[in-house]
Every structure is written in structure tokens, then in C-alpha cells.
């Protein structure tokens, strides 16, 4: 199983930018998707993006398309979400998360197809 920490989290005004983190350690990160994940309050964990295990591919939520970039860097076991012009709905605790399928070929919107999670990272955007 591989164990992973989100950071990055904060408070930012409409219109501004975060850059999230997730490091990762244990199995070989390399192998697999990554994905990143939020959940507001009173509502369910909803798919963000998600980027296959070589990088080649990514994969973003319409809410979020064009405007969030998710990336990996295998050589330090890191995936990145950054995110500009946020908005206020986009304020949540967002997460990280671990296919639990080595290589799957393609990437997966569901919560069930990742089977490692970090603990989370807020981010708040004021309007």
C-alpha cells in the first residue's frame, strides 16, 4: 500500500491560484494512476482529475476543465494539482488518491477504483 500527504491547502480569494502536493511513499508509485479528489460539506467525494502512471494522459471533471493541470513527477514519487482562477465552489478538502490496480489502463472517475488516500488538504476561496 502506498501512503500519501497532501499540502498546499489554504485560503485564496476568487480569481487566485493554489498549487497542491501529494507525496507519496511505499509501493512503486510509478506503477500507478493518481488521482485527485474533494468533498464539501454536506455533499459526496466528487472526481477532480486524474493522471495515468506514465503521465502520458490526464483526465479532468468539466467543473474544473481548463482551468485546474494535474501532474506527476515519478523520479520523486510527487503528483500536483494546480489550480487557477478558483472559484468559490471550489472550496473543499481535497484529496489524493492511489489506483489500487497497477497499470490500469485507462483512468478511473470512481472513488472504489483507488485504494490508497491521504488525510486531505483544505483549500477555501473567499468571494
Known amino acids: 500500500q502506498v501512503q500519501l500527504v497532501e499540502s498546499g491547502g489554504g485560503l485564496v480569494q476568487a480569481g487566485g491560484s493554489l498549487r497542491l502536493s501529494c507525496a507519496a511513499s511505499?509501493?512503486?508509485?510509478?506503477?500507478?494512476?493518481m488521482g485527485w479528489f474533494r468533498q464539501a460539506p454536506g455533499k459526496e467525494r466528487e472526481f477532480v482529475a486524474a493522471i495515468w502512471w506514465s503521465g502520458y494522459s490526464t483526465y479532468y471533471a468539466d467543473s474544473v476543465k481548463g482551468r485546474f493541470t494535474i501532474s506527476r513527477d515519478n523520479a520523486k514519487n510527487m503528483v500536483y494539482l494546480q489550480m487557477n482562477s478558483l472559484k468559490s465552489e471550489d472550496t473543499a478538502v481535497y484529496y489524493c488518491?492511489?489506483?489500487?490496480?497497477?497499470?490500469?489502463?485507462?483512468?478511473?472517475?470512481?472513488?472504489?477504483?483507488?485504494?490508497?488516500w491521504g488525510q486531505g488538504t483544505q483549500v477555501t476561496v473567499s468571494s
Open positions: 511505499g509501493r512503486t508509485f510509478s506503477s500507478y494512476n
Open positions: 488518491a492511489a489506483d489500487h490496480q497497477a497499470f490500469r489502463v485507462v483512468v478511473s472517475t470512481q472513488t472504489a477504483a483507488y485504494g490508497s
